[in-house]
């Protein structure tokens, strides 16, 4: 198979809100271009892209899918990915391998929260955006309204270069702006029928017309003079001042279709040939491996390879599958290519061309294109794969932190390796999951971007594993400490006949500024204490810090001078000091007003303007300490310090308050007294808990 031209090759990723029809739209491009034998439907599972059976069973796409065609001598990378709020990472990540993205907006919901999160983000890398405006066979869809909503929310780039023929159940085909001919549908076979406008559309096609032309001529500075001077444009120069707009980010395509009906997809694969190609693109920027240099890769087959994993995936009979970019040089079956991240090489073997589910084995492939490798060793999601002799790394996609955690353990005892180990094999399939293990309260904490992520990563622990979870709140780490000086003496001896054990001990403790950790003074003069038994003196007390007196939460923030004390020439041992050192410690904490700390947390929310208060509101109630607020165009970034016990439940709150349009970051300050009048309850928790056990 000879190697594609990167000029023929377009990369574009589906993206938009969940239930505007990206899936069926692609499906119905596949049909279309004849990548497909048969239009498959989301109800039944039929579809190429969404085959996982939890995508069939919650009906939704949860895993960013690859497929292509082929059309007008061109092939089309197309990734398709989750419209779902809880999986918009797998949609960020494929930003930054293509070209352009097909925004999908519902014709009756018109623009969502994801549509516009999707839309600011790919704008502001540079990603060229076409828009399809799907459902026009359903009722209430209207065209105008779509376009009218995508220029009030984004601007002016939001062009018409199609119109529909029909309006709901009777939507029949599209006017192309471009040709000026109109293009009608029979049946599901997505070819139109080239015909004159209809009469009744002659006007508003022609007043279309201008306005794209209005827009497009203003990427070339002299067919701008030519049009202002009164001259027409050819369909041709319109055809390739569109094509430098789009790629200039300032026009976006906005094309009528049905995805269900396949009415007018062939028109607009064609409007898809308008993004940049990765050799029209130019250089990517990568950093070198050794000292980190910046250098730019040209997008041409004939240099050194450099690949980038944005996607890992698992099958069930290729195993580990690795979705990459291939930004430069072209690699075989048997290429041999450094990993960045583990310093070891990497051996090509099979290079798959995805249809979905389906794959291919090829020979090769070039700069430009996006496959898939099965079975690399090491390698996964945010990893570069270079030549060794010029080895580099691109920038990994740095995922959001989880929003929202639970601690888990086994429905069934003795399975907790068996738990481990397949939610490590998920992580790497989904790198915005969250995964670790609490060592002071032990246990094992999973996060995600809401509760349907972490619930759909159950479901496939259980169907691949063969293991369940239960789920439950995190206990927070809560520590412990002291307000104020004390003494106490820990004396430990006992006779039992033979050699008994003596230890005596005087310690004093006193509070150290918050985050000072834990400091030992060793004040002992005259050999009060011998020096060999020094050591166990402060092993016992640092253990029994491990458990403070009012909830058995971990001692911080203390300063223990050990200052005074007995020995006994037959009778004291290590072990003896150790427990009067733990001895002493509890004494002397129980005298030194303890108290109980929780965490504070820095918060930051990012929600519209018009939920700032219910939003201030909200962390008001939460004993949040607001630290101000920044505007950031039509959003508002909101900073407060806030309990982390008040954070457990936040997600699905915020969720609600705005829409699923704001979001949040939570990151680790600083640890604070807890309010008196909740010392209580939390101790009752903590007993209640403990007799469960």
Same mark, same amino acid.
């Given at each position: 198979?000879?190697?594609?031209?990167?000029?023929?090759?377009?990369?574009?990723?589906?993206?938009?809100?969940?239930?505007?029809?990206?899936?069926?739209?692609?499906?119905?491009?596949?049909?279309?271009?004849?990548?497909?034998?048969?239009?498959?439907?989301?109800?039944?599972?039929?579809?190429?892209?969404?085959?996982?059976?939890?995508?069939?069973?919650?009906?939704?796409?949860?895993?960013?899918?690859?497929?292509?065609?082929?059309?007008?001598?061109?092939?089309?990378?197309?990734?398709?990915?989750?419209?779902?709020?809880?999986?918009?990472?797998?949609?960020?990540?494929?930003?930054?391998?293509?070209?352009?993205?097909?925004?999908?907006?519902?014709?009756?919901?018109?623009?969502?929260?994801?549509?516009?999160? +999707?839309?600011?983000?790919?704008?502001?890398?540079?990603?060229?955006?076409?828009?399809?405006?799907?459902?026009?066979?359903?009722?209430?869809?209207?065209?105008?309204?779509?376009?009218?909503?995508?220029?009030?929310?984004?601007?002016?780039?939001?062009?018409?270069?199609?119109?529909?023929?029909? $309006?709901?159940?009777?939507?029949?085909?599209?006017?192309?702006?471009?040709?000026?001919?109109?293009?009608?549908?029979?049946?599901?076979?997505?070819?139109?029928?080239?015909?004159?406008?209809?009469?009744?559309?002659?006007?508003?096609?022609?007043?279309?017309?201008?306005? /794209?032309?209005?827009?497009?001529?203003?990427?070339?500075?002299?067919?701008?003079?030519? $049009?202002?001077?009164?001259?027409?444009?050819?369909?041709?120069?319109?055809?390739?001042?569109?094509?430098?707009?789009?790629?200039?980010?300032?026009?976006?395509?906005?094309?009528?279709?049905?995805?269900?009906?396949?009415?007018?997809?062939?028109?607009?694969?064609?409007? /898809?040939?308008?993004?940049?190609?990765?050799?029209?693109?130019?250089?990517?920027?990568?950093?070198?491996?050794?000292?980190?240099?910046?250098?730019?890769?040209?997008?041409?087959?004939?240099?050194?390879?450099?690949?980038?994993?944005?996607?890992? +995936?698992?099958?069930?009979?290729?195993?580990?599958?690795?979705?990459?970019?291939? $930004?430069?040089?072209?690699?075989?079956?048997?290429?041999?290519?450094?990993?960045?991240?583990?310093?070891?090489?990497?051996?090509?073997?099979?290079?798959?061309?995805?249809?979905?589910?389906?794959?291919?084995?090829?020979?090769?492939?070039?700069?430009?294109?996006?496959?898939?490798?099965?079975?690399?060793?090491?390698?996964?999601?945010?990893?570069?794969?270079?030549?060794?002799?010029?080895?580099?790394?691109?920038?990994?996609?740095?995922?959001?932190?989880?929003?929202?955690?639970?601690?888990?353990?086994?429905?069934?005892?003795?399975?907790?390796?068996?738990?481990?180990?397949?939610?490590?094999?998920?992580?790497?399939?989904?790198?915005?999951?969250?995964?670790?293990?609490?060592?002071?309260?032990?246990?094992?904490?999973?996060?995600?971007?809401?509760?349907?992520?972490?619930?759909?990563?159950?479901?496939?622990?259980?169907?691949?594993?063969?293991?369940?979870?239960?789920?439950?709140?995190?206990?927070?780490? $809560?520590?412990?400490?002291?307000?104020?000086?004390?003494?106490?003496?820990?004396?430990?001896?006992?006779?039992?006949?033979?050699?008994?054990?003596?230890?005596?001990?005087?310690?004093?403790?006193?509070?150290?500024?918050?985050?000072?950790?834990?400091?030992?003074?060793?004040?002992?003069?005259?050999?009060?204490?011998?020096?060999?038994?020094?050591?166990?003196?402060?092993?016992?007390?640092?253990?029994?810090?491990?458990?403070?007196?009012?909830?058995?939460?971990?001692?911080?923030?203390?300063?223990?001078?050990?200052?005074?004390?007995?020995?006994?020439?037959?009778?004291?041992?290590?072990?003896?000091?150790?427990?009067?050192?733990?001895?002493?410690?509890?004494?002397?904490?129980?005298?030194?007003?303890?108290?109980?700390?929780?965490?504070?947390?820095?918060?930051?929310?990012?929600?519209?303007?018009?939920?700032?208060?219910?939003?201030?509101?909200?962390?008001?109630?939460?004993?949040?300490?607001?630290?101000?607020?920044?505007?950031?165009?039509?959003?508002?970034?909101?900073?407060?310090?806030?309990?982390?016990?008040?954070? /457990?439940?936040?997600?699905?709150? /915020?969720?609600?308050?705005?829409?699923?349009?704001?979001?949040?970051?939570?990151?680790?300050?600083?640890?604070?007294?807890?309010?008196?009048?909740?010392?209580?309850?939390?101790?009752?928790?903590?007993?209640?808990?403990?007799?469960?056990?």
């Amino acid at each position: 198979m000879a190697l594609l031209d990167p000029a023929k090759i377009r990369n574009i990723s589906v993206v938009g809100h969940r239930g505007a029809g990206k899936t069926s739209l692609v499906e119905a491009l596949l049909f279309t271009s004849g990548a497909k034998n048969r239009l498959g439907a989301v109800m039944d599972g039929t579809t190429a892209m969404d085959h996982d059976e939890d995508e069939i069973k919650r009906q939704m796409t949860i895993s960013s899918g690859l497929a292509h065609v082929d059309w007008a001598g061109s092939r089309i990378n197309i990734v398709d990915t989750p419209g779902e709020a809880s999986f918009i990472n797998e949609a960020l990540g494929t930003l930054p391998v293509v070209e352009g993205v097909l925004v999908v907006v519902n014709a009756i919901a018109k623009v969502e929260v994801q549509t516009e999160r +999707i839309w600011k983000k790919a704008r502001e890398m540079g990603v060229s955006r076409v828009a399809a405006v799907n459902m026009m066979d359903r009722e209430r869809a209207d065209f105008g309204d779509a376009l009218a909503a995508l220029k009030a929310r984004f601007g002016d780039e939001a062009v018409a270069v199609a119109l529909p023929i029909g $309006y709901e159940a009777g939507f029949k085909g599209v006017v192309d702006l471009v040709a000026m001919k109109a293009y009608t549908y029979s049946g599901n076979t997505g070819k139109g029928t080239e015909g004159p406008i209809p009469d009744d559309m002659a006007d508003a096609a022609q007043e279309a017309r201008e306005a /794209l032309v209005d827009r497009v001529a203003e990427a070339d500075d002299a067919l701008l003079e030519k $049009y202002l001077e009164g001259n027409e444009l050819t369909d041709q120069e319109v055809v390739d001042a569109l094509k430098a707009a789009v790629a200039a980010g300032s026009v976006v395509p906005v094309f009528p279709v049905s995805a269900t009906k396949n009415v007018g997809t062939d028109r607009l694969v064609n409007c /898809l040939l308008a993004v940049p190609s990765p050799a029209a693109k130019g250089a990517h920027k990568a950093f070198k491996v050794s000292g980190g240099d910046e250098v730019e890769l040209a997008c041409d087959s004939a240099g050194a390879p450099a690949l980038f994993v944005f996607k890992t +995936i698992y099958d069930q009979f290729a195993g580990r599958v690795n979705l990459v970019r291939i $930004y430069s040089g072209h690699i075989a079956t048997d290429t041999q290519l450094l990993n960045d991240r583990t310093g070891e090489k990497e051996r090509t073997g099979n290079i798959l061309l995805m249809q979905g589910k389906e794959t291919k084995a090829i020979e090769e492939a070039g700069a430009g294109d996006i496959v898939a490798l099965a079975k690399l060793k090491d390698t996964g999601t945010g990893d570069t794969l270079s030549d060794s002799a010029k080895a580099v790394r691109f920038p990994r996609y740095e995922f959001p932190p989880a929003a929202i955690s639970f601690a888990l353990s086994p429905k069934n005892r003795g399975e907790e390796e068996k738990v481990s180990n397949g939610l490590r094999r998920l992580r790497e399939e989904d790198p915005a999951m969250g995964l670790q293990f609490d060592p002071q309260t032990k246990e094992m904490i999973i996060s995600g971007t809401s509760q349907v992520h972490v619930e759909v990563i159950l479901d496939k622990l259980k169907r691949r594993f063969g293991v369940e979870v239960e789920l439950h709140p995190p206990q927070v780490p $809560y520590r412990e400490t002291i307000r104020k000086k004390a003494t106490a003496q820990g004396r430990h001896k006992k006779q039992t006949g033979g050699r008994g054990q003596f230890g005596d001990c005087w310690i004093e403790v006193e509070p150290l500024p918050r985050s000072e950790g834990y400091q030992f003074e060793d004040a002992i003069f005259g050999g009060s204490i011998p020096r060999n038994f020094i050591p166990a003196v402060e092993k016992g007390i640092v253990e029994a810090m491990e458990h403070g007196v009012i909830a058995g939460y971990p001692v911080v923030d203390v300063k223990v001078k050990l200052f005074d004390g007995s020995y006994h020439n037959v009778d004291s041992s290590e072990l003896a000091f150790k427990l009067a050192g733990g001895l002493a410690w509890n004494k002397a904490m129980e005298s030194a007003a303890p108290v109980l700390l929780e965490p504070i947390m820095n918060v930051v929310v990012i929600a519209p303007e018009e939920n700032m208060g219910d939003i201030m509101g909200d962390l008001s109630s939460r004993r949040g300490r607001p630290q101000g607020s920044e505007n950031m165009g039509e959003m508002d970034a909101i900073k407060a310090q806030v309990p982390l016990a008040e954070m /457990l439940s936040y997600a699905p709150q /915020l969720r609600s308050m705005t829409a699923g349009r704001g979001s949040f970051t939570l990151e680790f300050d600083h640890y604070d007294e807890v309010p008196g009048q909740l010392v209580e309850k939390i101790v009752a928790e903590v007993k209640a808990r403990k007799a469960a056990e």
